[in-house]
């Protein structure tokens, strides 16, 4: 069975590594978090705004690429990141790569948090600037030579680049996969 104390627990320390939460807020907030496991090659479902938190695993974010078959990675999404979903505007989706536990805060209850305790606000902010941060990551690649680009990889998403297949990273790092596997690093 799930320990929810430390799950709960190492929500609570993210959220607050930036903004103390209230104990109220922190209340209301443990009200409204969904924590559930998905299983490796399971897609993450949520609604359009809902949030996920990642609290243990690999998830892989993956858009269709106009009229190709396979879709391409822009993302890989790892303990204590964050989804926002916008799938539908995006044409995107969310993949287990490997057996993962994650938090689920509906966008409604975002709303009625934050209706609650305007205080959330300020965590909101962050949250999403945190998710954006995370989307604009490979364009700071582009610069970078094929070898720059894994290493830089392998340095800033480390389980991604131990446990995730070559055709993922090398779809992420902009190079087909047998280019990938030629480098050596």
């Not at 990675?73 to 790892?78: L, N």
């Not at 209706?115 to 600037?129: C, N, Q, R, T, V």
Request: with cysteine; aromatic share 12%.
């Amino acid at each position: 069975m799930m320990n929810l104390t430390n799950y709960e627990k190492q929500f609570f320390e993210f959220m607050t590594r930036n903004n103390p939460i209230p104990p109220q807020l922190w209340q209301e907030l443990k009200t409204v978090l969904e924590i559930k496991k998905i299983k490796k090659n399971r897609y993450l479902t949520a609604e359009q705004f809902d949030l996920h938190y990642i609290l243990d695993g690999m998830i892989i974010k993956r858009i269709e690429n106009n009229g190709e078959p396979y879709e391409e990675v822009v993302d890989f999404i790892s303990s204590n990141n964050l989804i926002y979903h916008i799938e539908k505007m995006d044409h995107s989706s969310f993949e287990a790569d490997i057996d993962s536990t994650v938090i689920l805060i509906r966008n409604s209850n975002l709303s009625k948090v934050l209706e609650k305790h305007p205080i959330f606000l300020h965590h909101l902010e962050h949250l999403f600037g945190e998710v954006l941060l995370r989307r604009s990551y490979r364009g700071k690649l582009i610069h970078l030579t094929a070898r720059e680009r894994i290493l830089k990889f392998k340095e800033d998403y480390p389980e991604a680049y131990k446990y995730c297949s070559v055709n993922d990273k090398s779809s992420f790092l902009g190079m087909t996969a047998a280019y990938y596997s030629n480098i050596n690093i």
